[in-house]
């Protein structure tokens, strides 16, 4: 028995000793990562200048879709006493919700069609 606690003290790392390692290897890898990271950066852009590539091309939706959509405004459903206006889109603006704290009804403040 005493040769296997020798072997544990000379041999097997400590606990300390493991956290030092582990953040040693975390650090080292973080770094690589960084590195590989920079690298795939140039070598895309490097593609997509030589093809001449844009971010439809490459399918990324959300460039694809602004690229090809324009914003339209939203008619006007509900409009205040002091000509405030709201879609009925989305949280209801503060000078609604003032009113309907007032006792108003939401209906009051619709835009005819």
């Not at 072997?7 to 590989?36: D, G, S």
């Not at 439809?56 to 409009?79: E, H, I, S, Y």
């Not at 108003?104 to 069609?113: C, G, Q, W």
């Amino acid at each position: 028995m005493e040769w296997f606690i020798y072997f544990q003290e000379k041999c097997m790392p400590t606990y300390r000793e493991l956290l030092v390692q582990r953040e040693t290897l975390e650090q080292q890898i973080a770094e690589a990562r960084q590195a590989e990271v920079a690298s795939a950066i140039a070598q895309a852009k490097q593609l997509i200048a030589e093809y001449g590539l844009t971010a439809a091309d490459c399918g990324f939706r959300g460039a694809a879709m602004l690229a090809g959509k324009t914003r339209t405004t939203v008619a006007t459903k509900f409009r205040g006493p002091n000509g405030e206006s709201w879609s009925g889109r989305g949280k209801a603006p503060n000078w609604l919700t003032s009113l309907e704290g007032q006792g108003r009804h939401r209906d009051e403040f619709l835009v005819s069609r």
